[in-house]
């Protein structure tokens, strides 16, 4: 089958196209025949050098994909042989780009009514992360408020969606007047041009001087200090990315009076069970809303395997509004 490579470690110009081995499925796995493959910043941070597989995952990246299960491993239960023939999306350690990947037949959720098979390898990811951080993490409930930091891509995207579908007062931050109104579009209820405003003082504006219950962030020590003065009493702060570095000083005075938290969660390397767990959930809360229309699938661009190269300089970038796929 064909399959993305890093031949080392560095830019786009390292993805190159080979020929490997079919993955072969054991008993409770699922052999998938991939549609398209949904674009992390892990596969960026792991092209660079910065974030390789657990342990006995795929060297190959890739950690979502739509497509569809064509056989099952010897041994498996009635129930996962049922699944040859079905359009789904599967939640991965790595392989997603390739033809054909192997999953743990937990981790894999029927393609959501009225989605598209190819905009659905943007979902499983994203869904799994905002459920797993917000709501099982964080314990996000109707009537909070939250910060979602930028707000246009791919996660961010989808944590507006679904918390304002909870009944959660959204603030969400961008960069530009564009993106602005994309994150309006879909149910912000406040927005913040970080280009142009000071996120905290703006959150102090708009909650009263209260602050936020949650803050979903992305970019780390750059934000930090901003982020735990942003934070109401009981406040949670959940950190799922490092874009704006990895070191810095928090005042432990102002987290010990106001009770904060901070949560530090990957998804990649949770075990199996735990992954099981958290795709359950995803399939119970947030299917129906995908299905209901009250949550939207933001696709930004489909780029060819041939291309791939081309869609993590797009990535990479920052000019997306919602997920960047692969088609096979």
């Known amino acids: 089958m064909r399959a993305v490579e890093y031949a080392e470690a560095g830019g786009p110009e390292v993805i190159r196209l080979a020929e490997v081995e079919d993955p072969v499925p054991a008993a409770g796995e699922l052999l998938i025949e991939v549609a398209a493959a949904g674009l992390n910043r892990a596969d960026l941070a792991q092209r660079e050098g910065n974030y390789p597989p657990p342990a006995g995952a795929s060297l190959i990246p890739g950690l979502e994909v739509s497509g569809t299960v064509v056989s099952v491993g010897a041994g498996s239960s009635g129930a996962v042989g049922e699944m040859v023939g079905q ?15 192997v999953v743990d037949a937990r981790h894999v959720l029927p393609v959501p009514d009225g989605v598209d098979l190819v905009d659905a390898a943007g979902l499983i990811e994203v869904a799994a992360t905002v459920y797993s951080t917000l709501r099982e993490e964080a314990g996000v409930r109707p009537g909070d408020t939250a910060l979602i930091h930028g707000g246009t891509g791919g996660i961010g995207s989808f944590a507006l969606q679904f918390l304002h579908a909870l009944g959660v007062t959204v603030i969400t931050t961008v960069g530009g007047a564009d993106k602005a109104e994309a994150a309006r579009a879909l149910g912000a209820d406040h927005v913040i041009d970080h280009r ?3 996120f905290a003082a703006r ?3 708009l909650t009263g001087g209260r602050g936020v219950d949650v803050i979903l962030d992305l970019i780390g020590a750059k934000y930090l200090e901003k982020n735990l003065t942003s934070l109401a009493v009981d406040g949670r702060l959940v950190i799922i990315g490092l874009q ?9 005075g102002l987290m010990l009076g106001r009770r904060l938290r901070i949560i530090a969660a990957t998804l990649r390397s949770r075990d199996a069970g735990t992954k099981a767990r958290f795709v359950a959930g995803v399939g119970e809360e947030v299917w129906p809303l995908i299905e209901s229309g009250e949550v939207r699938v933001q696709t930004d661009a489909v780029f060819s395997v041939d291309d791939a190269a081309a869609a993590h300089r797009h990535l990479e970038s920052g000019g997306h509004l919602g997920k960047v796929l692969l088609r096979f």
Not at 87 to 101: D, P, S, T
Not at 244 to 252: C, I, K, V
């Open 203 to 205: 959150i102090g504006e």
């Open 196 to 198: 142009a405003e000071d």
């Open 244 to 252: 704006g570095g990895r070191r810095a000083e928090a005042d432990l």
């Open 87 to 101: 359009q789904v999306v599967a939640l991965l350690a790595g392989g997603g780009y390739a033809e054909k990947v």
